[in-house]
């Protein structure tokens, strides 16, 4: 009977040194794994960060094309009007010329 606690003691003690192994190497492995979650945790805030900063950065965009856009539809406005008024100026030149050299004309005609 004692050859037999013998034998259990000995499996159980040989059971024990493998479990203090075993937990040994999992709080070794739990360190890994901590330092895994805090570069994981750091990783996800950071791409939540730059998310956010690229999300501005669109928006500040988005803005500033409208704006140019505007002052692009105004200026395109205003050189609408120039050219026009600058049509007008011409077609007015043209009818003076006209006149002048027709008036020219009749003067040739009565001196003649």
């Given at each position: 009977?004692?050859?037999?606690?013998?034998?259990?003691?000995?499996?159980?003690?040989?059971?024990?040194?493998?479990?203090?192994v075993v937990?040994?190497?999992?709080?070794?492995?739990?360190?890994?794994?901590?330092?895994?979650?805090?570069?994981?945790?750091?990783?996800?805030?950071?791409?939540?960060?730059?998310?956010?900063?690229?999300?501005?950065?669109?928006?500040?965009?988005?803005?500033?094309?409208?704006?140019?856009?505007?002052?692009?539809?105004?200026?395109?406005?205003k050189l609408?009007?120039?050219?026009?008024?600058?049509?007008n100026r011409?077609?007015?030149?043209?009818?003076?010329?006209?006149?002048?050299?027709?008036?020219?004309?009749?003067?040739?005609?009565?001196?003649?």
């Amino acid at each position: 009977r004692s050859k037999i606690i013998e034998e259990l003691s000995q499996v159980r003690t040989e059971k024990l040194n493998r479990v203090k192994v075993v937990e040994k190497e999992k709080d070794n492995l739990e360190d890994a794994k901590n330092e895994a979650m805090q570069y994981m945790t750091k990783e996800r805030e950071l791409s939540c960060f730059k998310s956010k900063e690229y999300q501005m950065f669109k928006l500040e965009a988005v803005e500033k094309q409208k704006v140019l856009t505007e002052k692009k539809e105004t200026l395109e406005h205003k050189l609408h009007k120039i050219k026009e008024s600058g049509s007008n100026r011409r077609a007015k030149v043209d009818e003076k010329e006209a006149e002048y050299k027709k008036a020219v004309k009749e003067k040739e005609n009565l001196t003649k």
